[in-house]
């Protein structure tokens, strides 16, 4: 009887701990899958300079990869440089021991490794995935950066609005009652909308929080399915759209890799969607038969400028050359555009300021003082 009962506890142990395992699992699966969707371009960029270098130099892959791993702070990265040298130790390639940590790097940079190393030209294509992976990250810090201070001042401007009409505006009120003073028609308006907004508070926040994720998820439906026609009516978007592209074709056409091959690795790693898409329908285009030129125009990304420049630089066999010298004249224009931005935003933010406050003054300060000044009269 007790063996039976031993046995069954031994059981249950077993299944018990089998299933606390699989759900581990699970949950470990899922933790990487929210934490980290798409690689780091800081960090694939730094792997991809250091070991460049590092191979330039005469140092072994597998030393590189220990060199490396010492200088990474990054936990995930330091992680799969181990797994990486641990692969190469058991005979696997570079590029099939990168692709045992596909979430943390792109195919397009497996790809682009394998073809380095098929080819012998390994250096520099982890040069040039250095590079581009460094100017990707360069433009998208500098996008944030310069959308923090308007953003900084768009939230003081909805916080002010939301404090005016939530806490000033029944204080004022309260006043021209107890004084007899006959608030004006907009004054009026505005304390009834807060009183309604306030009688249902919870509702109404409910449904400017759903207007909101609507809205949100419309636009980014929009983005998915490549409908971006709308966006690229704004200069900045498009050009950093070109910069990308031009930057795709300049790494693919300098590791000296068949450009169908090429874009056929760029396939289902380039963000947004509507930009992998506009790939695929260049790659469609050329094995159609078209031009690199004639392809490029048809999608419509990039300028009559860049146009002209390739075109003349396809017919002359110098293309690798001329997407370099393109690729360093948009990142210039971007990095101009974005302060000539920067310089009219602010100026309009603190005009949009000014006028809340003249407002607020004009309608429910000044009102007050007359009162005032004829009682004392």
Request: charged letters at 20%; a positive charge; glycine letters at 6%.
């Amino acid at each position: 009887m007790n063996k039976e009962k031993l046995r069954k506890t031994d059981m249950y142990e077993v299944l018990e701990g089998k299933i606390v395992n699989k759900v581990r699992s699970l949950f470990c699966e899922k933790r990487n899958l929210v934490i980290r969707r798409c690689a780091d371009e800081k960090q694939v960029s730094f792997i991809a300079r250091s070991l460049g270098e590092m191979y330039k130099d005469g140092i072994t892959i597998n030393k590189a990869l220990t060199l490396v791993r010492e200088s990474v702070s990054h936990k995930e990265y330091k992680n799969s440089l181990k797994t990486i040298h641990s692969a190469i130790h058991n005979g696997k390639g570079l590029s099939e021991a990168f692709k045992e940590c596909t979430p943390l790097y792109p195919e397009l940079f497996i790809g682009l490794i394998f073809i380095g190393e098929n080819t012998g030209k390994l250096y520099e294509i982890l040069k040039r995935l250095g590079n581009f992976y460094e100017k990707i990250c360069e433009i998208k810090n500098e996008v944030k950066m310069a959308c923090i201070y308007p953003l900084f001042i768009i939230i003081s401007i909805i916080s002010f609005i939301g404090i005016f009409i939530c806490k000033i505006i029944p204080s004022f009120y309260g006043i021209y009652n107890s004084m007899g003073i006959t608030p004006s028609y907009f004054y009026r308006c505005v304390y009834n909308f807060q009183n309604n907004f306030t009688e249902s508070y919870f509702v109404n926040m409910t449904y400017i929080l759903c207007w909101t994720v609507i809205w949100f998820m419309t636009i980014k439906f929009m983005i998915s399915n490549g409908k971006f026609d709308f966006f690229l009516k704004v200069g900045l978007i498009k050009d950093v759209l070109e910069y990308i592209t031009i930057l795709i074709f300049s790494i693919i056409t300098n590791s000296g890799i068949n450009i169908l091959h090429g874009l056929e690795l760029c396939s289902n790693n380039i963000k947004p969607e509507f930009l992998n898409s506009k790939i695929l329908e260049i790659r469609n285009s050329i094995m159609k038969g078209k031009t690199l030129s004639e392809s490029l125009e048809e999608s419509m990304l990039l300028s009559n400028y860049t146009l002209a420049v390739i075109k003349v630089r396809e017919e002359t066999g110098s293309i690798a050359e001329g997407f370099e010298i393109l690729s360093i004249r948009l990142e210039s224009e971007i990095h101009k555009k974005i302060r000539n931005y920067l310089k009219a935003l602010n100026p309009l933010l603190i005009i949009v300021m000014g006028t809340i406050v003249l407002i607020f003054i004009s309608v429910f300060v000044l009102p007050l003082f007359k009162e005032l000044q004829s009682g004392i009269r």
